[in-house]
């Protein structure tokens, strides 16, 4: 079994819809983050979490929010998805002391 | 500027072909770099971490040159399966621990 799982690994959706992309991992991390990708652009952090009452926004947060329920498990919500959103996303994990990060599947994402 | 930049490419080289990849970096206080493979669709996976008086594993070089703040990646005796995009990773300690990710270089081996 993979030790970070995404769900869903593809979703299309319309303006205006609230989505929600979730995020677990077996790893005993404490530390999670969610990026997103576009072609080119390199992976862009949204949020990241050091511990499950660690919220931190990262270098692009607007238009998402985050959720972490457990040491496990990591949420990115989008509360009204727009075009511009359509991209690759990507939850990661890492332990507390090493630079190495592990990255789920990914899950693709269109807005229409 | 771009605070990792990487060329693009596509480099397309044949089989057995030696091939480098630079990776320029913007912040003179990063600590730890690293090389990341990443196939079509799929996500990116540590591939090597780089130090600072250079490391080898297997036909993979990676060097770092501090006072020019760029990083570089050889593949000796390219094979198709090395066939991906090649993600240029930096850490800056302080800036919160976070990790800066270079647009890739795309590398096609061909038969």
């Known amino acids: 079994d993979a030790d970070v799982t995404q769900t869903p690994r593809n979703r299309i959706t319309k303006t205006g819809k609230r989505i929600m992309l979730e995020c677990s991992q077996t790893k005993g991390h404490d530390r999670m983050y969610w990026y997103r990708q576009d072609p080119g652009l390199g992976l862009q952090l949204i949020y990241y979490s050091f511990d499950v009452k660690d919220i931190n926004k990262g270098e692009i947060s607007d238009g998402y929010s985050v959720s972490r329920q457990a040491q496990a498990k990591f949420s990115l919500s989008l509360e009204s998805a727009i075009p511009n959103q359509t991209a690759l996303y990507f939850c990661?994990?890492?332990?507390?002391?090493?630079?190495?990060?592990?990255f789920g599947p990914g899950t693709r994402l269109t807005v229409l | 500027r771009k605070e990792v930049e990487q060329d693009p490419g596509p480099f397309n080289v044949p089989e057995g072909a030696t091939v480098a990849f630079n990776c320029t970096y913007s912040n003179s206080a990063s600590q730890s770099f690293f090389w990341y493979r990443q196939d079509c669709r799929k996500e990116p996976k540590l591939l090597m971490s780089?130090?600072?008086s250079g490391n080898e594993d297997g036909r993979f070089t990676a060097q770092l040159n501090r006072a020019s703040q760029y990083i570089s990646l050889l593949i000796r005796d390219s094979k198709l399966s090395d066939s991906a995009t090649y993600l240029c990773v930096v850490n800056a300690h302080n800036a919160g621990n976070m990790l800066t990710f270079g647009g890739g270089t795309r590398l096609m081996v061909k038969p």
């Open positions: 780089v130090y600072s």
């Open positions: 990661a994990t890492s332990g507390d002391y090493t630079d190495t990060q592990y």
